[in-house]
């Protein structure tokens, strides 16, 4: 990540903003795993290089064709180029939490691990963990933000506090549709992978048009607090 960032900071590509969040995030998670923070730190390990694998699989897609990205990650790096760097951020938080996070939750997280009912509440406990990491980031970021140019009106700056403690919420919450969606992955994948297929197929439409609809002019923060920042996959599939 540090590799890909500096160029990016270079030619002031957008990209960048979301790819540095993303980096001090990941730094994070290494001093949690250090402090003896997570019950199965070895699980975690491997479950956050796997996540942050889609992730970088995405961008190299987007930097070979745009439109072999899957698709929320399209709606993502399609935001135009002058938004303000919170907004590729959130967009791209969200194209990676939505699609990806379950996605590399089942592929981590093998059927013998389900159906044992210790190790399931073990690895949803450790996933629950990642919200107290990411809520402790929630305030350096959005100085970092502002950091890197993010242009805060009065208004902004006096709502800065009430913005950090909603997106510590929409976290929390995101998380909880996350496992939910992992549970989701993993029955249909003991029916086949035909029926993983599609819902994984289905999760990625949810994902980009939660992402397309964030993506919309207006209150983006009221858009939030309606529909939350998450996305749920109806019960039942293929």
Known sequence: MAALLAPMEAA???????????????????????????EEPGWVTTWDVDFAGLYLDALEAHGRDPASAPEPWREAFGTRAAARPEAHVLLGMNAHINYDLPQSLVRVIPPADFADPAVHAARERDHERIDGVLAGRVADEDAALQAAGSRRTVVDRLAAGLNRGAARVLLRESRRKVWANANALHAARLRGPDALTARVAELERLSAARVADLRRPGPVLLRLAVRGFGVTLPPGGA
């Open 12 to 38: 002031a590509d957008p990209a960048r903003f979301f790819l540095g969040t993303y980096l001090r995030t990941t730094r994070a998670v290494g001093a949690a795993l250090d402090a003896g923070l997570f």
